[in-house]
């Protein structure tokens, strides 16, 4: 008796490739249909490595040169709700020139992928790395995620479509990629095959709330007191659902591709049984990993975590990975002028996210490596020197922290 088996799904191929690139291959792979561009640095690569998949015949989609960036999201936005899968992307203060349109999205259930290539917002003029571009709309209804590698981008490309698309969700994803540390950076990227994808991405379905002429819906009226609230109550559903909708895409990326098996929302390095640990997102994950390895050599219990989705914000992981420790400190690549304590963004969130537990960590502000400047080992161990004080002391000195500022 002859037994029907599956063929083997083709292997992973290595590429040598930039975190930009690395998107592109996630793009090829989804088989997006629409696909805009605007060139700012340091975004503008994932804009030239699509181009360049489209003419040499490895991608079918329609690449519309738009007139700024905020044509750019409003072309995908209407494509989006037609039933093209779509995507974009902008940098620092092109990021805020398609606000407008960018605001409004999550409203209209738009499941639109973006990339931010993470750059300071001018003036005065820089290019280098900060995270208050993408922060402008963690409160607006877009999930946000941030990547650490190149590997990760191309695999959370994949999960955010799968995430966004899904029908108890529709609401739009940015992913967050530092700039030049990650957009040109290259590494060696395993490319999953075509089939592996098509297992795990399902084509990008509207239902009954496709735009079409057969189907006579209205998006986008104007309903003014009648109905705001209702609306903003359904996003609010739709951010609580997504959180088992990552878990379960998760999962299967898993099963299907081998990696992403670890916990969605943070990664743990060394924190288990750490008395202090630091806590960022993004690629300070590379120099805080060296510093906590030099420092355990000494005897100190220092520990890292990394979060991955800062909306929706994983509160029951954070407080599990850091609710043992005596003190955090949180490095923040961003600001957030005259706020509580004079903390950054992320610093705020995590306090809040820790405030419920019965016994708590002291909870520091890190303010580092802004404007593209990198964050050091000399500065790892400044910032754990100063939790480790703490966790000894029990008391903290000041709340908040400029590392590595001259002067």
């Not at 993470?118 to 922060?135: K, V």
């Not at 006579?216 to 003014?224: F, K, R």
Request: proline share 5%; with cysteine; glycine share 8%.
């Amino acid at each position: 008796m002859t037994v029907a088996t599956k063929p083997a799904a083709a292997a992973d191929k290595e590429m040598l490739i930039s975190g930009c690139a690395a998107i592109a291959q996630a793009l090829r792979l989804a088989d997006i249909d629409v696909v805009t561009a605007y060139p700012i640095r340091p975004y503008d690569t994932v804009m030239q490595a699509v181009a360049k998949l489209i003419a040499n015949g490895e991608l079918d989609a329609e690449y519309i040169v738009a007139s700024s960036e905020h044509d750019q999201f409003e072309i995908v936005k209407h494509a989006s709700a037609v039933g093209a899968r779509v995507f974009c992307g902008s940098s620092g203060v092109g990021w805020m020139y398609a606000m407008e349109a960018i605001a409004v999205t999550p409203a209209l259930r738009l499941p639109m992928v973006a990339l931010v290539g993470n750059r300071a917002l001018d003036d005065p003029g820089a290019f280098g790395c900060e995270h208050n571009d993408a922060l402008c709309v963690r409160d607006l209804g877009w999930m946000l995620t941030w990547v650490d590698t190149a590997q990760e981008a191309l695999d959370t490309a994949l999960i955010a479509y799968r995430v966004a698309e899904d029908p108890r969700i529709f609401l739009p994803c940015a992913i967050g990629a530092d700039g030049a540390f990650l957009t040109h950076s290259e590494t060696i990227v395993k490319v999953p095959s075509k089939e592996k994808v098509d297992q795990f991405l399902p084509k990008y379905d509207r239902g009954d709330k496709l735009l079409h002429p057969d189907n006579p819906i209205t998006i986008a009226p104007q309903v003014n007191e009648d109905w705001v609230m209702e609306i903003r109550k359904q996003n609010d559903e739709a951010m609580r659902r997504a959180r088992g909708v990552i878990q379960e895409a998760f999962r299967d990326f898993h099963k299907i591709f081998g990696r992403q098996g670890g916990n969605p929302f943070v990664e743990s390095y060394m924190a288990d049984d750490a008395e202090v640990i630091l806590f960022g997102q993004g690629t300070l994950s590379m120099p805080v990993k060296v510093g906590v390895r030099k420092l355990r050599e000494q005897g100190h219990k220092v520990g890292f975590v990394r979060l991955r989705w800062l909306r929706p914000f994983p509160t029951p992981e954070v407080q599990e990975a850091l609710g043992r420790a005596k003190a955090v400190g949180v490095v923040d690549r961003d600001y957030s002028f005259g706020s509580p304590n004079y903390g950054a963004v992320l610093y705020n969130e995590v306090r809040s996210a820790l405030y419920d537990l019965p016994k708590r960590p002291h909870v520091i502000s890190f303010i580092c490596g802004l404007g593209g400047r990198e964050v050091t080992l000399d500065s790892v161990v400044e910032m754990s020197e100063i939790l480790l004080k703490v966790a000894k002391t029990g008391k903290v000195e000041q709340p908040n922290y400029w590392i590595g500022v001259r002067g």
